[in-house]
């Protein structure tokens, strides 16, 4: 079970919805889903070496209630920045679920 008073992160979850014009040009754009409260859980950052170059991940772990829309495939904005979830570990026991996230780098 996950005590309301641990819930202190706020995350908005996107999907990607297909707009097809009036042209009949289709195209991929995000649309907001849900927003609901989550729980950060401690975990050490990582140091990745990519051709001898050193890197930190942007990787963040939060725990939340489960919610019959959530899925691998969304996207989390968190503190303004998009996030792709990379593991989805689903907990019947508590009905709770445990995302991995990273951070999308945007060009």
Excluded: W
Excluded at 11 to 19: A, M, V, W
Excluded at 44 to 66: I, M, P, T, W
Aim: with cysteine; aromatic share 12%; hydrophobic share 35%.
């Amino acid at each position: 079970m996950l005590p309301s008073g641990t819930l202190l992160y706020s995350l908005t979850f996107k999907g990607n919805q297909k707009i097809k014009s009036e042209f009949g040009d289709i195209t991929s754009t995000l649309v907001f889903l849900f927003k609901c409260r989550a729980a950060k859980v401690k975990q050490q950052g990582k140091y990745l070496v990519d051709a001898k170059e050193l890197f930190h991940s942007d990787e963040l772990k939060f725990k939340l209630r489960n919610n019959k829309l959530l899925n691998e495939l969304l996207i989390v904005e968190y503190l303004g920045y998009d996030y792709k979830i990379t593991s989805y570990d689903l907990n019947l026991f508590d009905n709770t679920v445990t995302i991995t996230i990273d951070k999308i780098n945007k060009k």
